[in-house]
């Protein structure tokens, strides 16, 4: 199996049935019952999408709670020969008190470590929502750029719902983290056209943008992201489950390699769509005809992606 880098994936977005049951075969005290997250799927509309969150919602607002989710996912990780994954965490999972997240991130990570027995680097991103008032988002940065110092997370991440929730008005939160280093990831063109990705060229400064399946309608804005080196973190079977398109083939993920794009291909909750980045690399070669080459610059361009640099022996 070809070696791999996940640069999309929410930590909230992993836990599945199955996993749910093994956990809860070690620990009868896990706040998810496995029967009951199984009735969420098949998850096939942004309807059936949106209800399956109550689920992780139980182990919201805590990140020693992830930690049973984290160990399994990560078994499955080194088994697809994945080397690098970056996970998004939630802002309820991260202390508002700075030394408080100081002190627990470095507990986590301290954990990580030998669960992922050196054949696997993970990161965290920081991961907020558009739809937060800006004073909110902005009240977290002089805290994150202390755990991205501190090298506890390797940058932030803006999700959430893009309709109606632009990103100027966090322009001065992501000018304070752009002056301070910190890379920055904006999930964009997921549900609204070409104008929400203009809108974070011009006021978000990002290293990558999650999504961009509408980046495709605009040849201007191909032409400025290809010219800012902006990488795009792609995410096909996402894109399938939620609506975002409505066959797996009108994805534009071919186009991006045709266009001369810097992208990568992700799993983003692997969760409810019972995806891997296995499966993401079988749709590449068995739906969009991807080469041994071009997966080699898939892997290429998502190594240079990274927010935080690789493995020792790894490009
Ligand atoms: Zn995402």
Redesign the pocket.
């Known amino acids: 199996m070809p070696p791999k880098i996940e640069l999309?994936?929410?930590l909230d977005?992993i836990l599945d049935p199955e996993m749910a049951r093994d956990i809860r075969a070690e620990d009868p005290g896990f706040p998810v019952d496995p029967e009951l997250l199984a009735g969420a799927y098949p998850v096939d509309s942004f309807q059936r999408f949106s209800d399956w969150w109550r689920f992780p919602a139980a182990l919201q607002g805590d990140l020693d709670r992830f930690r049973p989710v984290l160990k399994r996912h990560l078994k499955r990780l080194a088994a697809e020969d994945v080397i690098y994954a970056e996970l998004?965490i939630g802002g309820s999972e991260i202390p508002v008190d700075t030394s408080e997240a100081i002190d627990k991130l470095s507990e986590v990570r301290a954990w990580l470590k030998p669960q992922t027995a050196g054949r696997i680097q993970v990161e965290f991103l920081a991961c907020f929502g558009r739809n937060k008032p800006p004073e909110s988002l902005e009240a977290k940065v002089a805290r994150n750029i202390a755990l991205y110092e501190a090298g506890l997370i390797a940058g932030v991440?803006l999700?959430g719902p893009e309709e109606g929730y632009r990103v100027q008005p966090h322009h001065r939160t992501f000018a304070r983290y752009h002056d301070a280093g910190v890379p920055i990831e904006i999930?964009a063109g997921e549900w609204c056209g070409p104008e929400s990705i203009w809108d974070v060229l011009r006021y978000g400064f990002p290293k990558r943008i999650?999504?961009g399946v509408s980046l495709f309608a605009d040849p201007a804005l191909v032409d400025a992201v290809r010219e800012k080196g902006i990488h795009i973190e792609m995410?096909p079977t996402?894109n399938l489950k939620t609506g975002s398109i409505g066959r797996i083939e009108e994805h534009p993920i071919r186009k991006a390699i045709e266009l001369g794009l810097r992208f990568s291909v992700n799993t983003?909750?692997p969760g409810p769509f019972g995806n891997s980045m296995e499966s993401e690399y079988a749709l590449l070669q068995n739906v969009f005809g991807f080469t041994e080459d071009d997966l080699g610059r898939v892997f290429a361009h998502s190594a240079a992606a990274r927010f935080r640099s690789g493995l020792p022996g790894t490009p």
């Open positions: 999309h994936c929410h977005g998004m991440a999700a999930h999650g999504h995410c996402s983003d909750d």
